[in-house]
T-cell receptor, first 115, second 117 residues
Framework: DGGITQSPKYLFRKEGQNVTLSCEQN?????MYWYRQDPGQGLRLIYY???????QKGDIAEGYSVSREKKESFPLTVTSAQKNPTAFYLC??????????????FGPGTRLLVL | AQKITQTQPGMFVQEKEAVTLDCTYD???????LFWYKQPSSGEMIFLIY??????QNATEGRYSLNFQKARKSANLVISASQLGDSAMYFC??????????????FGTGTLLAVQP
């Protein structure tokens, strides 16, 4: 089955600790995205990657880092510089169809909690 | 600046009835895309329906249809014959930079739909 997987489902971070969220897709999509969702709000873009070995900052990139060494994988690291990391993190990849339709499909998400 | 507005924080609907979820948007672009996603309590964002700004007909996907009124900048989601499994948070989103490099989605704050038996 094709899809997007994220792990872990829940993640706990201690003060001063870096943690890495995994995102893998087997849909053969070029572009991948990381969003953050806070309670009662919509999603905000952290980072995106259009192609392997290339990525760009989104609206709220401070305190986060990413890599894109493989087409299938787009891990997100939440660094100690991110002072309010408690949130729900969603990874997405983009499908390109005809007539310009470009749809983002999402993984199941990771809930990050700070201890 | 591009913006999505969902004015209904929560809604109730009786099972088997139709419901309309409101969405208005603001953009100066001529080409853009509008999306609706469903987010059940599990958290996953599920793509429901897409409408391109140049599409002349309203999009439909099974029980979902999008009432697209370009002049009013609205893209309301209509769910026909509501089912208990439709209870979830619904997000309207717009793709920024149509065909451009970013293809970022801008999301509204969502509408929580509760379907009552």
């Amino acid at each position: 089955d094709g899809g997007i997987t994220q792990s872990p489902k829940y993640l706990f971070r201690k003060e001063g600790q870096n943690v890495t969220l995994s995102c893998e897709q087997n849909l053969n999509h070029d572009a991948m995205y990381w969003y953050r969702q806070d309670p009662g709000q919509g999603l905000r873009l952290i980072y995106y990657s259009q192609i392997v070995n290339d990525f760009q900052k989104g609206d709220i990139a401070e305190g986060y880092s990413v890599s894109r060494e493989k087409k299938e994988s787009f891990p997100l690291t939440v660094t100690s510089a991110q002072k309010n990391p408690t949130a729900f993190y969603l990874c997405a990849s983009r499908e390109v169809r005809g007539r310009g339709q470009q749809t983002q499909y999402f993984g199941p998400g990771t809930r990050l909690l700070v201890l | 600046a591009q913006k999505i507005t969902q004015t209904q924080p929560g809604m109730f609907v009786q099972e088997k009835e139709a419901v309309t979820l409101d969405c208005t948007y603001d953009t100066s672009d001529q080409s853009y895309g509008l999306f609706w996603y469903k987010q059940p309590s599990s958290g996953e964002m599920i793509f429901l329906i897409y409408q391109g700004s140049y599409d002349e007909q309203n999009a439909t996907e099974g029980r979902y249809s999008l009432n697209f009124q370009k002049a009013r900048k609205s893209a309301n989601l209509v769910i026909s014959a509501s089912q208990l499994g439709d209870s979830a948070m619904y997000f309207c989103a717009m793709r920024e930079n149509y065909g451009g490099a970013t293809n970022k989605l801008i999301f509204g704050t969502g509408t929580l739909l509760a379907v009552q038996p």
